[in-house]
C-alpha cells in the first residue's frame, strides 16, 4: 500500500486525491472511473476537513493500493469519532421546497463505491472503500 | 471557475466554466444571491463544467429554489458524467434540462 500524510484541510484536497487518480490513470482505468473516483474522495476529504478536528487541525492520512483492476483506499483521521454510514439517505423525492441541502455527498460515494467499511479503532476513524473498474 | 453572464430582457444566461465543487461553489452561490433579483428567466449553461460534486449540487439547487418564486429555470448543455450525479440524486426530478 502507497501511504501519505496531509493537513485535513480544504484547500490541500488536491494533494490528497492527485496521487490515486495518477495512479488510476497509469492502471488504464477509464475516464467514468477517474471521474467518479475524484467525486468520492472529494466528498469524503471535504468531511474529513471540514469536520474532524473543527474547530482545530490535524493530519489525515491516507493509504492506497490498486490491484486486478481494483481501487481501495483506507481513510484515516484521528478526530472526533464519525461514522458517515450511520446517517440516513437524503429523502431524494421530496418536492424541491423540501429538499434538504445535507447528506448528498455521502449519498453520492455509497453508490458510487462497491464496498465501504468504517472503523472507530483507538481514537481514529478508519474508512475503507473499494471500486472496481 | 469562470461565470459569465448574458442579458436578455428579463432572461438571464449564466454560462459557467471549469469545476463546480467545494472550492468554488461558494463564489457562485454568491453570484446568484446577488443576480437573480428581478430575472423571470434563468438558463444555467454547463457546456464547459467537466464537473459537479455535492456543493455544487446545493448551489444549483439553491439557484431553482430562489427561481422557483420568480419564473424559471433551465439548464442546458449538461455532459454524461453530471447527468449520472443529477440522475443519481434525483435532481432530474426538480431541474429542467434542455
Known amino acids: ?133 | 471557475m469562470t461565470i459569465k453572464e448574458r442579458k436578455d430582457g428579463s432572461k438571464l444566461v449564466v454560462s459557467v466554466e471549469g469545476r463546480i465543487d467545494t472550492a468554488t461553489s461558494p463564489e457562485l452561490a454568491e453570484y446568484f444571491q446577488s443576480h437573480l433579483a428581478g430575472v423571470k428567466e434563468l438558463e444555467l449553461d454547463l457546456e464547459q463544467v467537466n464537473y459537479v460534486s455535492s456543493a455544487g449540487l446545493r448551489t444549483i439547487l439553491l439557484a431553482q429554489k430562489t427561481m422557483d418564486k420568480q419564473g424559471k429555470m433551465v439548464v442546458s448543455h449538461v455532459c454524461k458524467e453530471i447527468m449520472e450525479t443529477f440522475e443519481l440524486t434525483c435532481f432530474t426530478d426538480i431541474l429542467t434540462i434542455i
Not at chain 1, 493500493?65 to 458517515?84: M, R
Open chain 1, 1 to 133: 500500500m502507497i501511504n501519505y500524510k496531509v493537513n485535513a484541510k480544504v484547500d490541500l484536497i488536491d494533494e490528497m486525491i492527485n496521487p490515486i487518480i495518477s495512479s488510476l490513470e497509469e492502471n488504464k482505468a477509464d475516464h467514468k472511473t477517474l471521474y467518479q473516483m475524484n467525486l468520492v474522495l472529494e466528498e469524503l476529504l471535504v468531511n474529513v476537513a471540514n469536520y474532524a478536528y473543527a474547530p482545530n487541525e490535524g493530519d489525515v492520512e491516507i493509504c492506497y493500493e490498486i490491484k486486478n483492476k481494483e481501487l481501495e483506499v483506507v481513510i484515516i483521521d484521528k478526530g472526533k469519532p464519525f461514522n458517515p454510514l450511520e446517517h440516513s439517505d437524503p429523502d431524494l423525492k421530496a418536492p424541491v421546497e423540501d429538499r434538504k441541502i445535507g447528506g448528498l455527498g455521502i449519498y453520492l460515494v455509497k453508490n458510487l463505491v462497491d464496498d465501504i467499511q468504517y472503523q472507530r479503532v483507538e481514537n481514529k476513524n478508519i474508512l475503507k472503500i473499494n471500486k472496481k473498474f
